[in-house]
C-alpha cells in the first residue's frame, strides 16, 4: 500500500512568487492534515480536512495560505505571495477514522523562499 | 498556545549507550507519541501512550507517560548507529480530533560507531 506521497519534495522561490504543494493521502483516509515546520522549531498543525470539508483550520498563518481538497482525495495547499518567513518544511498526514487513528505523514515539501 | 519543551535539544552518543529524552508542558495530555524522523523522510511513529503513569516498550524503546499527565519519556538502550535521526514527542488534549498534535521541538540524535 501507497502512503502519504507529497510533491514537489524541494521547492525554491523568490519572495512575492506563489508556490502549490501537493498531498495525496493513503487511499480510504478521510482524515488529512497539513503541518509545517520552520526550521529548529516545533511541528505546528495547520489545518485538518475530513474528506473535502476543512474541519479546523485554526493554525493557518494567514490569508496567504489556501488549502483544498477537491473531491475528498488529494489536497494542495497555496502560498500566495510566499513571504520569507514561510520557508520550512511542510508535512502532510493522513489518518483513518476508526482504530487507532494515529498519522501517518509524508517526507515532507521543503519551501525555500528567498 | 499549547508549548511542549523537549529536551535535550541534541545528544551525541557512542553507540551502545543508552539515551534518554525528556518532554514536559504546562497543560494536560491525554495522549502521548513519541516519533522520529529519519533524513529527508516524514515523522514515523514509535510508540503511543493512552493512559497516565502507562509504560509500553519497543524493542530497545521504551516510553512512559507521566503520572500528572503533563510529561513523558523516552529511553532507548544500547543504541545503535541507525537511531541516527530527529526524535519528536507530541500530545494529544482531551477533547481533540485525532490528528490535532501538538510537537515539541526534537531531539537530534547522533550516533558515533
Known amino acids: 500500500e501507497a502512503g502519504v506521497t507529497q510533491f514537489p519534495s524541494h521547492s525554491v522561490i523568490e519572495k512575492g512568487q506563489t508556490v502549490t504543494l501537493r498531498c495525496d493521502p493513503i487511499s480510504g483516509h478521510d482524515n488529512l492534515y497539513w503541518y509545517r515546520r520552520v526550521m529548529g522549531k516545533e511541528i505546528k498543525f495547520l489545518l485538518h480536512f475530513v474528506k473535502e470539508s476543512k474541519q479546523d483550520e485554526s493554525g493557518m498563518p494567514n490569508n496567504r495560505f489556501l488549502a483544498e481538497r477537491t473531491g475528498g482525495t488529494y489536497s494542495t495547499l497555496k502560498v500566495q505571495p510566499a513571504e520569507l518567513e514561510d520557508s520550512g518544511v511542510y508535512f502532510c498526514?493522513?489518518?483513518?477514522?476508526f482504530g487507532a487513528g494515529e498519522l501517518f505523514f509524508g517526507e515532507g515539501s521543503r519551501l525555500t523562499v528567498l | 498556545g499549547q508549548q511542549l519543551n523537549q529536551s535535550p535539544q541534541s545528544m551525541f552518543i557512542q553507540e551502545g549507550e543508552d539515551v534518554s529524552m525528556n518532554c514536559t508542558s504546562s497543560?494536560?495530555?491525554?495522549?502521548w507519541l513519541w516519533y522520529k524522523q529519519d533524513p529527508g523522510e516524514g515523522p514515523v511513529l514509535l510508540i503511543a501512550?493512552?493512559?497516565?503513569?502507562e509504560l509500553t516498550s519497543n524493542g530497545r524503546l521504551t516510553a512512559q507517560f507521566g503520572i500528572t499527565r503533563k510529561d513523558s519519556f523516552l529511553n532507548i538502550s544500547a543504541s545503535i548507529p541507525s537511531d541516527v535521526g530527529i526524535y519528536f514527542c507530541a500530545g494529544r488534549r482531551r477533547g481533540s480530533t485525532l490528528g490535532r498534535l501538538y510537537f515539541g521541538r526534537g531531539t537530534q540524535l547522533t550516533v558515533w560507531p
Open positions: 501512550l493512552y493512559k497516565a503513569g
Open positions: 497543560s494536560i495530555f491525554n495522549t
Open positions: 498526514a493522513s489518518s483513518q477514522d
